[in-house]
């Protein structure tokens, strides 16, 4: 499985987006500091994710959240609240 997921920083708010395939490896990476591009906001909690069977397709998902605004603000109807 891959999966796509929203994490939220409890040190400022930022969420940051991203897919792997094994998400409990990888949240406790970004937690740890072991992302370069996460290390200053850490802690972050789970808001949000979605498995998928293909690589393509998680991958296909992440940037699209990252680059259509319309995506994002989809996802932000989906699960008020938790995204900036």
């Not at 796509?4 to 990888?26: A, E, F, H, P, Q």
């Not at 970004?30 to 808001?47: A, C, D, E, I, Q």
Request: net charge positive.
């Amino acid at each position: 499985m891959f999966y796509v997921y929203v994490i939220k920083s409890s040190v400022d708010s930022m969420t940051y987006t991203g897919y792997t395939n094994d998400l409990k490896r990888r949240f406790v990476e970004h937690n740890r500091g072991k992302n370069v591009s996460t290390r200053p906001r850490s802690p972050f909690t789970l808001v949000y994710y979605e498995a998928y069977v293909s690589q393509a397709d998680a991958l296909r998902r992440e940037k699209q959240l990252k680059k259509f605004a319309g995506a994002r603000t989809a996802l932000k109807r989906r699960i008020p609240g938790c995204l900036r």
